[in-house]
């Protein structure tokens, strides 16, 4: 298997990087939960089964040069030319499936992979609200009914919380998307967003509650990544980025806020024992702006990943603005034949 094995990144000479902008394509995959699903406590989970991302992992080692994070960020400095077919391997939002399954696969076989957990998972033992209702839908059978629940919700505190009604809510964000029915992608809007975040809370949590568990801080233990095993992986050479302190969707909040969760992820990533003088940010739900951007060049980000479904193209001028694929975007056997995705790389 070789990923990197076969096309190293060389540095440019000094003279000749002079300051010029040739734009190369990189492969960017994301991640989430990797784990052996049909044994988990959560088989309806949606994530990656363990078996399938080996065979990605041997798929990817057949037609692309896996590269660092500190390549990617020489390439787009003009430092670095990176290999005909670069492919940066990202993860999100720091499950402990990362420290069991990923890292010691990606040790084994000399790949790096880039992992961007939420601080507050990670410090205050805290489930993060995008995984409360993650594993509430995990264990819903129904969709329609449970998206009914929450009809009546908002219903209940529309005159106290001043909301739109029901209806407008439905033909906002009942929208199917490429992974998701419109019930789920419905649920998911308005209680990751699109209600008042004191209310969207409290739903949260009554729905957490009522089918997962009562006991939130063993949950965490066991879903999230703790610092030490963060630290480890760091030792061994992963990369550890920013993916903000809360988990907010970074583009609904003032400037202040923004800039108050990236320093509050600086300082979690400074006791993890990252260079901050490459470091990365990586937007949860994909949600970012102008001034969010603002502020990740006033502290000397590097570059910032996004959700947009493309290969990145590196242009340093758009270095906050990197495009992934997601994993279920590339086959999960090894001796799969490329696809367009892979082709088009």
């Known amino acids: 298997m ?5 096309g190293e990144p060389s540095q440019i000479p000094a003279e000749a990087g002079g300051g010029s902008r040739v734009t190369r394509r990189l492969t960017i995959v994301m991640y989430h939960f990797v784990r052996d699903l049909a044994h ?40 670095v030319e990176l290999p005909a077919k670069p492919y940066l391997l990202t993860f999100d939002d720091g ?21 961007f957990p939420p601080a507050r998972a990670v410090l205050e033992r805290k489930v993060l609200d995008v995984n409360k209702i993650h594993f509430v839908l995990a264990v819903t059978e129904d969709m329609a009914e449970l998206a009914a629940v929450l009809d009546g919700l908002v219903e209940d505190a ?97 400037p202040a806020e923004q800039e108050d969760q990236v320093l509050k992820s600086l300082e979690f990533l400074r006791q993890v024992g990252v260079d901050m003088d490459d470091w990365t940010m990586c937007y949860p739900y994909g949600g970012y702006d102008g001034s969010l951007l603002g502020v990740l060049a006033k502290h000397g980000c590097r570059l910032g990943l996004t959700t947009e479904v493309a290969v990145a193209e590196l242009d340093p001028e758009r270095r906050f603005e990197l495009a992934r694929l997601d994993t279920n975007d590339l086959p999960k056997v090894g001796d799969a034949a490329p696809n367009d995705w892979t082709v088009s790389a």
């Open 95 to 115: 499950y402990a499936d990362h420290y069991r399954t990923v890292f010691p696969l990606l040790d084994r076989f000399g790949m790096q992979g880039s992992f």
């Open 158 to 254: 529309r005159e106290e919380h001043g909301l739109e009604a029901v209806e407008w809510y439905r033909q906002q964000y009942a929208r199917p998307n490429r992974f998701d029915t419109s019930e789920v992608v419905y649920i998911k809007r308005l209680l990751q967003h699109a209600l008042p975040e004191s209310l969207r809370g409290a739903i949260i949590d009554r729905l957490f509650r009522q089918f997962v568990t009562t006991d939130e801080a063993a949950f965490a233990t066991e879903l999230y990544v703790s610092l030490e095993q963060l630290r480890c992986m760091h030792r061994h050479g992963m990369h550890i980025g920013s993916h903000g302190y809360d988990h907010y969707w970074l583009n609904t909040l003032s």
């Open 2 to 6: 070789g990923g990197s094995a076969r």
């Open 40 to 79: 988990s406590r959560y088989p309806r989970i949606k994530g990656l089964d363990e078996r399938e991302f080996e065979g990605q992992i041997e798929y990817i080692g057949r037609h692309y040069d896996v590269v660092r994070m500190e390549d990617v960020i020489g390439a787009l400095d003009g430092r």
